[in-house]
């Protein structure tokens, strides 16, 4: 079975500083995708950023980026010049191919610091 | 930008009764899950649905769980006969129509605000 594990439960991070989110995911599938969701205090999920397994190129969105490692089973999250409105709950979660199931971590509580 | 909305936000029920939890997904989208996430625990999927049938459902989805699409806008989650362990926060999301002969590509799952239901 697919297990997605986040090993930082909180992280904290100043204003205008990179910060990197740490996941890694287990599955004996060759193609599936791979996501950031972000959950603000009291808002929903929205998606951050998705990988598709069979793409090498590491996908970016702006201040966002990841470092996905697909021998590793590894899928971190980098984010770039920190905004308060950064500070959320980041689940990585893992979809394979033939599936619509979301498979989440448990998450990373992110506070931003001015 | 469209949304998916859920109401209501906080369901209170007492032990064997029934609950239905609403979800209003994004208008032209066609597939749509709920998933849920008991306090402390991981977001854990319990089942999709596309074409007014289940696609596909977890082992969390039992008998005591049914849904349906009653019309064209919403789409509910019923819980039968509420146990204190189905306390939990519910996520609806749901996602546009895609091919999978055609693409390679999945749709991403949009998420609602959730509603948290406590059962005494």
């Known amino acids: 079975a697919q297990t997605v594990t986040q090993s930082q439960p909180e992280m904290s991070v100043q204003e205008a500083e990179t910060v990197t989110l740490s996941c890694t995911y287990d599955?004996?599938?060759?193609?599936?995708?791979l996501f950031w969701y972000k959950q603000p205090p009291s808002r929903q999920m929205i998606l951050v950023i998705r990988?598709?397994?069979?793409?090498?190129q590491n996908a970016t969105e702006n201040r966002f980026s990841v470092n996905f490692q697909k021998a590793a089973k590894s899928f971190s999250l980098k984010i770039s010049d920190s905004q308060l409105g950064d500070t959320a709950m980041y689940f990585c979660?893992?979809?394979?191919?033939?599936?619509?199931?979301?498979?989440f971590g448990t998450g990373t509580r992110l506070q931003v610091f001015p | 930008e469209p949304e998916v909305t859920q109401t209501p936000s906080h369901q209170v029920t007492q032990m064997g009764q029934e609950v239905i939890l609403r979800c209003v997904p994004i208008?032209?989208?066609?597939?749509f899950y709920w998933y849920r996430q008991i306090l402390g625990q991981k977001v854990e999927f319990l089942v999709s649905?596309?074409?007014?049938?289940?696609?596909?459902k977890s082992e969390i989805f039992d008998d005591q769980f049914s849904v349906e699409r009653p019309d064209g806008s919403n789409f509910t989650l019923k819980i039968r006969s509420t146990k204190l362990e189905d306390s939990a926060m519910y996520f609806c999301?749901?996602?546009?129509?895609?091919?999978?002969?055609?693409?390679?590509?999945?749709?991403?799952?949009?998420f609602g605000p959730g509603t948290r239901l406590t059962v005494l």
């Open positions: 999301a749901s996602s546009d129509d895609r091919d999978r002969e055609e693409s390679a590509s999945t749709d991403t799952q949009y």
């Open positions: 599955t004996s599938e060759n193609n599936y995708y």
């Open positions: 990988q598709e397994a069979y793409k090498q």
């Open positions: 979660a893992f979809m394979g191919y033939n599936t619509d199931k979301l498979i």
């Open positions: 208008s032209n989208h066609l597939y």
């Open positions: 649905f596309y074409n007014n049938e289940i696609s596909e």
